[in-house]
């Protein structure tokens, strides 16, 4: 993984998604970005796969290597270094709500947090608001290995 990740390093991505955090579950509806930076805040994930992506959520995927390329719009180069270390495609990024607003589809999360497919999203029982949770207060598991083989090469 280390030579793939020198392929494809960070700085040659032109904009990295927010990270999932666990109080994304209860921060209600997305917000156009540039509302919620004049608001004094920053976008956070949903945020931005809602208002500045171009997909739709009924979109059926194939088995590809790849996700189509123009919905990701500024994340793209992101979304494809992470598709080819990752060697799966992004799934698709939102879902419709049950009122049919749009919202981060917990999938989209899990994968780019690097869990394996539905580590979260096939646990029976947990709703749309838990998935996003549990992810967001997870960690990114190719991280928590670098850091523990750093840390013992400390001693």
Request: charge should be positive; aromatic fraction near 16%; proline fraction near 8%.
């Given at each position: 993984m280390t030579a793939v990740?020198?392929?494809f390093p960070r700085d040659k991505a032109e904009q990295l998604f927010k990270t999932p955090t666990a109080n994304l579950a209860n921060n209600g509806s997305a917000q156009h970005p540039d509302k919620r930076k004049a608001?004094?805040?920053g976008p956070t994930l949903e945020d931005e796969v809602v208002f500045l992506l171009n997909v739709d959520p009924d979109t059926e995927t194939d088995d590809g290597p790849h996700s189509p390329?123009?919905?990701?719009g500024?994340?793209?180069k992101a979304v494809y270094r992470w598709e080819?270390?990752?060697g799966t495609a992004a799934p698709v990024p939102i879902v419709r709500g049950p009122r049919g607003g749009l919202k981060l589809a917990p999938k989209f999360a899990e994968w780019m947090m690097g869990l394996p497919d539905g580590w979260v999203t096939d646990?029976?029982?947990l709703?749309?608001?838990e998935q996003i949770g549990r992810i967001g207060n997870g960690v990114v598991p190719q991280?928590?290995?670098?850091a523990f083989k750093h840390l013992l090469t400390l001693s």
């Open positions: 990740a020198r392929l608001g004094g805040h390329a123009d919905w990701w500024p994340f793209a080819v270390i990752r646990v029976p029982g709703t749309h608001q991280q928590a290995y670098a």
